[in-house]
């Protein structure tokens, strides 16, 4: 544009002159066109580079995971309102072969962005909410408490796992000992002699600890792993057992809820156990509370994980629950009291059954 303004304004300084006659027509037909055709064309290179960048499933997890911050993509480079692309294509003699550039590149990002949701898998969000250090003499370690979130709306309350950096630890080498092929690639914290309690190192960790949780959900041989469950689920059962037996039950069912909302995230691959042994936590502690309508409730959502399989340990109890809370509040009880006295008449459970807290204070988890 530059060049063109100058050639112009030499033409009106020199005058209409034989030379300057004939060479004007011509510039005008051609006015600087290798030097515009260059520069439209590196421009529109560099925006066609970033459009047709394609990566695999993994290559994208990749990236997402090294800034989980970003959830939305950037502006499209090729959009319709790029009044750049389109003064381009209009100076430029191959503005026909852009245009159809410009097309397939809006067609196949298109394609990929509608792609995404059904090629990637979803999967669960960590968030380091707080990192607290810890004096409990004679040791000194960091609390990470972390949030677990799913894809999708956000969670009115997600839950929350409070972990050291030896938990993580723990995990990493269980698993690198059992999937020593996916584990390969995934990083880890390295431990520190000194400065293990300052701002930067604390901060670096959670940030490394998010990525870490969020690479083993994103393969799928990691992500039902029993040791990335119990990473998860385990020490917030125990803990719940606990405060349950110890009548702290208001504490407790904090717990259990938190417990039962990690393991509907998580799936349970490994069976239906330590979700019916959280359903029985909640019931107990309902119960205790005097909400017997939360508590019946438990019981019904616990059956219906049992079904008709065989029977359960649990099967009892749970029907014995739901028997005597459906005649508090006056509901119908007939089916599982059927379901009770069929098993006490197979002599598969005594007379009468144990309870759910009695269950619940013998069962040892491990």
């Known amino acids: 544009m530059a060049s063109r303004l100058l050639h112009r304004l030499r033409h009106a300084l020199a005058g209409d002159g034989p030379g300057e006659a004939a060479a004007g027509p011509e510039a005008e037909q051609f006015p600087e066109s290798s030097e515009l055709e260059d520069d439209d064309a590196e421009g529109l290179s560099s925006r066609l580079s970033g459009t047709l960048s394609f990566t695999s499933a993994e290559d994208d997890e990749d990236d997402e ?9 950037g502006p499209d480079p090729l959009s319709p309102g790029d009044g750049a692309s389109v003064e381009d294509a209009e100076r430029s003699p191959r503005a026909d072969g852009q245009r159809g550039s410009q097309l397939l590149a809006r067609q196949l990002q298109d394609f990929w962005k509608k792609s995404r949701n059904t090629l990637v898998p979803q999967r669960l969000l960590f968030e380091v909410t707080s990192a607290n250090v810890v004096k409990d003499p004679p040791s000194k370690y960091v609390l990470y408490t972390l949030a677990v979130m799913s894809p999708g709306p956000p969670d009115r309350q997600p839950a929350q796992i409070s972990r050291r950096y030896s938990d993580f630890e723990r995990l990493h080498r269980n698993l690198q000992r059992q999937f020593r092929g996916p584990m390969a690639a995934i990083s880890f914290p390295r431990k520190r002699l000194r400065r293990n309690f300052t701002a930067e190192t604390i901060a670096r960790r959670s940030r490394a600890f998010e990525q870490f949780l969020g690479h083993l959900q994103a393969v799928p041989e990691l992500r039902h792993a029993p040791d990335l469950q119990d990473f998860f689920v385990l020490p917030e059962l125990r803990r719940a057992q606990s405060l349950t037996c110890t009548g702290l039950y208001r504490e407790a069912l904090a717990l259990w809820a ?11 691959p490994s069976g239906p156990d330590r979700p019916l042994l959280t359903l029985a936590g909640l019931a107990v502690c309902h119960q205790e509370l005097e909400d017997p309508c939360e508590a019946r409730a438990c019981c019904e959502r616990a059956l219906q994980l049992l079904g008709d399989k065989s029977p359960h340990p649990l099967m009892a109890p749970f029907l014995e629950a739901h028997v005597r809370l459906s005649w508090r509040l006056g509901l119908d009880k007939r089916q599982s009291e059927a379901q009770l006295q069929a098993l006490q008449e197979a002599g598969l459970t005594p007379t009468p ?11 040892v988890l491990d």
Do not use: H, V, Y
């Open 353 to 363: 059954p144990p309870s759910l807290k009695e269950l619940l204070i013998k069962e």
């Open 258 to 268: 938190n417990a039962w909302q990690l393991q509907a995230q998580l799936g349970t």
């Open 65 to 73: 995971d090294e800034d989980e911050d970003e959830e939305e993509a």
